[in-house]
């Protein structure tokens, strides 16, 4: 008896436990996004989108009310779907529903000049011929996806003898807390929106006593930052502090902006709710933009193509003719952790330039250091070793032992203890230093705005350095700007590697642009340094390094294509940036790896580092349409019904009939400007790719060398085409030819 009712109240127990957890799961309520793919019939559609996503989720709803209670956003411009708050048997039923391509649990993304654009070959200098930036760009309009934007800042000054707002622009300035759309947007600045519905639900409301503004208006400096480098009007005099002086101005400073606010602070911090910025991306189409830049993505694991609010919102952009510029991520060098992998978008990397802040450290003996900083006056003090201040030499504020380091200038090593120089700066002004000696393997540190002044030098230096006696006698001399330096440009350590963990066999990154140490516009009350607290100082100018960075570099030149070639595709665009991008640096010689004699691949820097000037007449043009990227989805598992449903196939034509063949293709028979194997085996075929003729160009072939499973590059019309009387030929080496072997010849 007494075992029969212990066993009651086992499965008593067990009962309780399941009826539990069955009650968490349907109870554990998260965003979703459920996509519907393309508005078809957009003009009909748009009547009663919106009842239409209220009703389909009524369905796991006991209300109408309840469901519209639920809704975040509805997407009815250039695709359709909408955002809910949902639990996951809600979801299960939803994305079992016809005419449901998929639901995802919405996630978070990440937000990932006066030098270089000379640097590129953009100069101002008319004499020079090169003077593409102030004669193109004035019909083009950038939409950046970012947190939001400064509109007193210098960079969003009408140019001078700017032309009406394009017609065709349907967008708005929408107003909000300190931004009155009369004083914020002119015919530069041409539209402002925010989207706050996710971040709100998902964190907390918004107000006057957030450090948030609740309008377009940038609380970050990120947005500001890269919307000045892609479009920002000519400004004279523009430095941080006195560096880098020079005339500020984006890639294309004639061409309009508009700014989608879908990032927002968060304990210093900046997050985008994926809902949110599947609206900003809905309605920039909708606007009418002609090119799209955001610097934010999603570290991999990535999820397939139809379950990033990044894909979609690039894919029907792309659908609309309008270019899509996304950044690589910054967590290289790492592979395999590339970010925005899809083919229909501009992934790009992150590359130095050719300026650095030389700063000398003088020993009283006469020797002398010289490592890199922003240090503005000349500074005299005691060489102090870390481990009189610190426990274990380790130079953070947990090993700070609490004594006062006034009138010392301290010597850290990133080496003792991992640490990063943010980390050790801060421990450095605690400890009432007046300065930071910081050594660290990279030989390319970044220009950043610190709360104490700080010194990079390398290792080797630090060595040397560390040999000096203690409270030794130096003075640290007021750093200068420093040009053409070599090797440049460089891949950035933190730049994201490929190869795509989606889609290896589709090159990523795409290209590579500068994206350290960049000088661009800042909001003035936002501290230029990381500590924001303890920061008071107010510039209108700040440096800044990324993918973040580099991504609207492209978007700028992008511009400047458009507006020469208002005729060419996204996939035309992209082709003449990769088909003309070069490997070499200002020494002729391979570009390198940060820190490193190696030299960059196609995974580093895709294609190569971006050459504007000779992207207006490539030559060769490797185009796609939406045929090809049908083709792309069959290839990579999609069912034909979800690829008709998220596809514009009007008219009928521009798809194929069915997704069924006699075999599948590889993705490297698409013609894209780049060609990776991932598998590359002894039975490889040859790789035939369509071209679109374009200005002439005289080449000769090259032998292309590859090893097994790495990436035969056919970017290069010096590689791959000669010309053969008045018809382009195209040149294909079989993929496992030795040197000197044969090319094959097929005419397009």
Not at 96 to 115: A, C, H, K, W
Not at 224 to 238: D, E, F, K, L, Y
Not at 369 to 374: A, N
Request: charged letters at 15%; a neutral charge; glycine letters at 8%.
């Amino acid at each position: 008896m007494a075992n029969a009712k212990s066993c009651f109240r086992g499965l008593l127990f067990l009962t309780f436990l399941l009826e539990c957890l069955v009650s968490s799961t349907i109870s554990t309520y998260q965003v979703y996004i459920v996509y519907l793919g393309h508005a078809h019939n957009i003009e009909d559609y748009l009547l009663d989108a919106s009842e239409y996503h209220v009703r389909l989720l009524t369905s796991v709803f006991e209300s109408k009310e309840e469901a519209t209670q639920s809704m975040i956003h509805s997407y009815k411009h250039s695709f359709s779907g909408f955002a809910a708050v949902l639990n996951a048997t809600q979801a299960n039923v939803l994305a079992n529903t016809e005419g449901v391509i998929s639901v995802f649990e919405s996630g978070v993304l990440q937000l990932q000049t006066t030098r270089s654009w000379d640097f590129m070959g953009l100069s101002l200098d008319c004499a020079k011929g090169t003077s593409i930036q102030l004669s193109h760009g004035d019909d083009v309009v950038v939409g950046v996806i970012d947190s939001g934007v400064w509109p007193e800042s210098a960079s969003f000054k009408e140019e001078l003898h700017m032309g009406p707002i394009p017609k065709s622009f349907k967008g708005k300035c929408v107003s909000g807390q300190k931004f009155n759309p009369s004083t914020a947007c002119n015919r530069k600045l041409i539209g402002a929106r925010y989207y706050l519905a996710g971040f709100e639900r998902r964190f907390w409301p918004i107000n006057n006593d957030s450090r948030e503004y609740r309008s377009a208006r940038d609380s970050v400096g990120h947005g500001t930052h890269t919307a000045s480098i892609a479009v920002g009007s000519r400004s004279n005099g523009a430095s941080f502090l006195g560096f880098g002086r020079g005339i500020a101005r984006g890639g294309a400073p004639r061409a309009r902006l508009a700014v989608y606010k879908a990032c927002w602070n968060v304990d210093y911090g900046q997050v985008c709710t994926e809902e949110d910025v599947l609206a900003a991306f809905d309605d920039a189409v909708h606007d009418g933009v002609h090119v799209i830049s955001a610097s934010i993505g999603k570290e991999p694991p990535l999820m397939e193509f139809v379950a990033l609010s990044l894909d979609i919102g690039s894919f029907h952009a792309m659908q609309n003719g309008i270019s899509v510029v996304l950044s690589a991520g910054n967590s290289g060098p790492d592979p395999s952790l590339v970010a925005n992998v899809n083919p229909w978008s501009i992934c790009v990397a992150a590359s130095s330039l050719d300026r650095s802040f030389p700063t000398t450290i003088l020993m009283e003996d006469g020797t002398s250091f010289v490592g890199e900083g922003l240090i503005a006056n000349t500074i005299s003090g005691l060489l102090a070793r870390a481990i009189y201040y610190f426990y274990n030499g380790i130079c953070n504020i947990r090993n700070w032992r609490n004594i006062d380091a006034s009138g010392k200038i301290l010597l850290c090593y990133a080496t003792d203890g991992q640490l990063e120089s943010g980390v050790a700066e801060y421990a450095a002004y605690k400890a009432n230093a007046s300065a930071l000696i910081f050594v660290q393997a990279l030989t390319w540190p970044l220009a950043v705005a610190s709360i104490i002044p700080v010194i990079r030098i390398d290792v080797i230096q630090g060595k040397t350095l560390f040999l000096h006696s203690n409270l030794t006698m130096v003075q640290i001399v007021p750093s200068q700007t420093a040009f053409n330096r070599s090797p440049a440009p460089v891949v950035s350590s933190y730049s994201s590697r490929g190869p795509s963990s989606v889609s290896p066999n589709i090159l990523k990154p795409d290209i590579s642009a500068p994206g350290t140490n960049i000088l661009a516009a800042w909001p003035p009350n936002i501290a230029p340094s990381e500590f924001k607290d303890i920061d008071d100082r107010s510039v209108e100018w700040n440096f800044d390094s990324g993918t973040s960075m580099a991504c609207p570099h492209v978007s700028g030149v992008v511009a400047l294509l458009k507006s020469a070639h208002p005729d060419w595709s996204p996939a035309a665009i992209r082709s003449a940036l990769m088909t003309t991008a070069y490997n070499t640096d200002v020494s002729g010689d391979a570009i390198l790896v940060q820190g490193s004699t190696a030299s960059s691949g196609p995974f580093d820097i895709g294609a190569g580092h971006i050459n504007p000037l000779k992207a207006f007449h490539p030559g060769l043009v490797y185009d796609l349409s939406t045929r090809d990227y049908f083709i792309f989805l069959c290839n990579n598992g999609y069912t034909e019904k979800q690829i008709r449903t998220m596809v514009n196939c009007k008219p009928r034509s521009k798809c194929p009939r069915t997704c069924s063949g006699p075999q599948r293709e590889h993705d490297w028979d698409m013609n894209y400007p780049s060609i990776s194997i991932s598998n590359l085996k002894a039975a490889s075929p040859l790789i035939l790719l369509p071209l679109l003729h374009q200005l002439p160009a005289t080449a000769s072939p090259e032998p292309v060398p590859t090893e097994a499973g790495l990436v035969d590059l056919l970017s290069a019309a010096s590689k791959v085409l000669r010309m053969y009387g008045p018809d382009w030929c195209l040149l294909i080496r079989h993929l496992l030819a030795k040197e000197g072997s044969p090319v094959i010849c097929v005419r397009p």
